[in-house]
């Protein structure tokens, strides 16, 4: 955590007398995000904090959703393609997957890889890693998983047993539309130094669309994403002895023609005070709080992209919708 944020010493439980508790370093980074994003306009929050374990189940259910195309579509491509995916990625014996979440569809995957011996997942969040490895040692006999708790748009390194061999990138789910162009070339760049020479990436994107059906699965009927949305601010009152009146703020998605991206706000209801950490903040009506983005690309403004990051496109696979898009990248 940061040091330099003036936390009121009472709340984080210290007394002038006593060393300092150790904080819990998901839950302090979480503080300061929420501190840094509420006292800045307008408001924002990081996404990736969506995931705690409610959550995570809330985002399970939006993947079940009849609106939300984009799981069902990438796991048909998986499975439709699966076996050309195989041959075209080379003999690879690596698999290095990037904010591994359930491993679903990793398991697909593996099943139409046979020469992957070794499957390295990639997340921040260690309990989901663990559990995901358990479940997929449980299918894939002989695969030696050797999971990495890391945040993978930083520089980490792989474990010895994946030094040596040729090595194939996963980034499912379009995850990579929740970063600005910039940082998903920056996440690019780092695939391409941590993955190596002869390394391919496949990678699942979220397509370009008619808003008419784009805006549906982010404002599902059942209103699954509203309250994955406005779990976030639960989650502050949970972890960060917030008091937020979480009726009194909705969820709103937007398609932004212009930056080709769907974006998620929680909408203040009335003019209203949030403590959060002992800290007061004040909302207008109507004010909004930045939540998500979820960038959408054309097949060929990815290539695009890829190549401005050293990877060379080999191949795309798109649905007959062309609702998603799953593409085989190389690096020379
Ligand atoms: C898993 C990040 C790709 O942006 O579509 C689903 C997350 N947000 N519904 C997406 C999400 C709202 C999802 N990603």
């Not at 398609?255 to 950490?277: F, K, N, P, T, W």
């Amino acid at each position: 955590m940061e040091r330099d944020f003036p936390y009121p010493l009472e709340d984080l439980g210290r007394s002038s007398t006593l060393p300092a508790p150790r904080l819990d370093p998901v839950r302090a980074a979480f503080a300061e995000a929420v501190l840094a994003g509420f006292a800045r306009k307008p408001r924002s929050l990081p996404c990736r904090f969506f995931y705690d374990a409610h959550g995570s189940a809330l985002f399970e259910e939006i993947t079940q959703l009849e609106e939300y195309y984009p799981a069902r579509v990438e796991a048909a491509l998986l499975e439709v393609h699966g076996a050309e995916i195989a041959d075209r990625m080379g003999d690879a014996r690596v698999l290095v997957e990037f904010g591994s979440g359930s491993s679903r569809k990793t398991s697909l995957l593996l099943s139409a890889l046979a020469r992957v011996a070794v499957y390295v997942p990639i997340d921040v969040a260690g309990e989901s890693v663990a559990e995901a490895a358990e479940w997929l040692s449980e299918r894939h006999d002989g695969l030696a998983i050797r999971p990495l708790v890391a945040d993978f748009t930083k520089t980490c390194t792989l474990p010895v047993v994946a030094r040596r061999s040729r090595k194939l990138g996963f980034f499912s789910g379009s995850t990579i539309g929740n970063l600005t162009h910039a940082e998903a070339q920056a996440f690019l760049a780092n695939a391409a130094r941590l993955l190596g020479r002869g390394a391919a990436l496949l990678i699942g994107v979220d397509l370009k669309k008619d808003p008419a059906i784009l805006l549906p699965a982010y404002n599902d009927r059942r209103g699954v994403t509203a309250a994955f949305n406005l779990n976030l601010l639960e989650r502050i009152n949970r972890e960060l002895d917030g008091d937020i009146d979480v009726s009194r703020f909705v969820h709103d998605a937007i398609y932004d023609e212009d930056q080709g991206r769907i974006e998620m706000h929680l909408v203040s209801l009335a003019c209203q005070r949030v403590r959060v950490l002992g800290w007061e903040f004040r909302f207008g009506r109507g004010e909004r709080i930045h939540t998500e983005n979820s960038h959408k690309y054309s097949v060929a403004d990815f290539q695009f992209l890829a190549q401005s990051a050293g990877w060379m496109p080999v191949q795309a696979w798109t649905d007959k919708d062309r609702l998603f898009s799953l593409h085989l990248l190389r690096l020379a």
